[in-house]
């Protein structure tokens, strides 16, 4: 149903080209138990996804967008690929230095201390949820502020927790795959990846340049990997960077730009925006709170779920989080009302 010269962007493609593949897999995988067992049809199997090979005679005209593409994106453009690598601000990729793994946690937390006393933030990646849970244990108990991250966390709480490290209720986050990609923390000026010559899915090529760019966001941004070898991955990444700098330098002299951090305010919440009480001012004293009406309560308590739901199901997770804390806050309001102390 598409004109015939239609355009597609496939938007961050070395995700989205792999999931195109499993789509199809995935969705028979699970219909062959049901039709073996007898819970669906044979018929069942009509109702599928397109194969990639029936999605790729689809396509007319195709742009695969990716900070880090795969390889196979990069042969099917046959040599015309476009790079967008100067930024505006002028900063530069951090630069990559590579330690011996041994003692790699010791050498981590002299680092550690270096930037917290200036005030950066650092974010520390591990290979396993245990070792990610043990590190973060282990620097608290020794006097750092740390908090780990994983995916057995909740998706709003992770959310919570990048907003405190920015805000600096703590200085160091742990954590392994989840601090890839996607996370824009200008404070951070120190980024360290431990077991980095354990090559594999959380330290390829893609995984560690992804990983590097979480210091991008700093002036002061640097990157500490530990590892006891060089491997492809490693050198893979180095090159990758030193490229990427050698051309924002050459740019920056250029125009006589001053690389220079942009700090962006953390989004307040939105029960600052809706209060939970009306104020109403008495003369010759402070504002009071007047609590809202009991239906009108219930009927902000319906909208927040709403909009929680619904920003949640659109992958807008800090908007979410913000939601979610207001709820509770006419929540805890409505019961209140119920229950007058």
């Not at 011996?100 to 917290?116: F, G, H, K, Y």
Request: proline share 4%.
């Amino acid at each position: 149903y598409f004109p015939s010269d239609y355009l597609i962007f496939v938007d961050e493609s070395h995700q989205t080209l792999p999931q195109i593949h499993a789509m199809h897999n995935g969705d028979r995988a699970r219909k062959k138990s049901l039709v073996d067992f007898g819970f669906r049809l044979p018929s069942a199997y009509d109702n599928r996804p397109l194969k990639f090979e029936e999605f790729y005679n689809h396509i007319h005209q195709v742009v695969y967008v990716s900070a880090t593409p795969g390889a196979w994106e990069v042969a099917e453009a046959g040599g015309d690929v476009v790079q967008q690598i100067i930024r505006p601000t002028g900063l530069l990729d951090p630069t990559i230095e590579v330690r011996p793994a041994t003692n790699q946690v010791d050498d981590s937390l002299d680092e550690i201390r270096i930037e917290t006393e200036k005030g950066g933030r650092v974010l520390v990646t591990t290979l396993t949820k245990k070792l990610a849970e043990d590190l973060s244990k282990y620097l608290t108990e020794i006097g750092v502020k740390a908090k780990y991250l994983h995916s057995d966390i909740d998706t709003l709480e992770r959310v919570e927790i990048i907003k405190d490290l920015r805000r600096g209720v703590f200085d160091v986050l742990v954590g392994i795959n989840l601090l890839r990609e996607g996370l824009d923390i200008p404070e951070v000026t120190l980024v360290t990846i431990l077991d980095a010559d354990k090559e594999g899915f959380l330290r390829s090529e893609t995984a560690l340049i992804q990983t590097c760019g979480r210091a991008a966001r700093n002036s002061e941004g640097r990157v500490i990997m530990y590892a006891d070898r060089r491997t492809q991955s490693i050198e893979k990444c180095i090159e990758v960077t030193v490229n990427r700098r050698k051309i924002q330098e050459a740019h920056n002299s250029e125009h006589g730009i001053i690389p220079k951090t942009v700090m962006k305010g953390v989004s307040e919440d939105l029960a600052e925006a809706f209060p939970v009480f009306k104020a109403a001012e008495k003369e010759g004293g402070d504002a009071q709170p007047t609590l809202l009406d009991p239906k009108e309560i219930k009927e902000r308590i319906e909208e927040c779920e709403k909009e929680m739901k619904l920003a949640a199901k659109e992958l807008r997770f800090e908007e979410a989080a913000r939601f979610r804390d207001l709820l509770k806050y006419y929540q805890d309001l409505q019961l209140l009302e119920d229950h007058p102390v």
